[in-house]
């Protein structure tokens, strides 16, 4: 059974940095690639960042480029999203997922917050 743990959202200054985790089981974590997405109210979902199983490639939506990293470890089967330069328009929940034989996986989501 895949299960997916976000951890580390908060509450943050504008300018401030962030990095949340995702302990992931229940599949073999170093084959998929890994996805971080994030929901604001009244918007649709929107992906932040993904991250192949090897981590050997990373891809960013234009709006965090420069300011997100996502990265991974496979010996803790966890995805990373380092996120610095915060800004007010990043406030949402934040969400792990992993797409496997055509089905997607979510976690629970953690709660991200920029405000001053």
Do not use: H
């Not at 971080?36 to 050997?56: C, F, H, M, N």
């Not at 406030?91 to 976690?107: E, Q």
């Amino acid at each position: 059974q895949v299960q997916l743990v976000e951890s580390g959202g908060g509450l943050v200054q504008p300018g401030g940095s962030l990095r949340l985790s995702c302990a992931a089981s229940g599949f073999r974590f170093n084959v998929y690639g890994m996805y971080w997405y994030r929901q604001s109210p009244g918007k649709e979902r929107e992906l932040v960042a993904d991250i192949s199983g090897t981590g050997g490639t990373t891809n960013y939506a234009d709006s965090v480029k420069g300011r997100f990293t996502i990265s991974r470890d496979n010996a803790k089967n966890t995805v990373y999203l380092q996120m610095n330069s915060l800004k007010s328009e990043d406030t949402a929940v934040y969400l792990c997922n992993v797409k496997i034989m055509r089905r997607d996986s979510w976690g629970q989501g953690t709660q991200v917050t920029v405000s001053s």
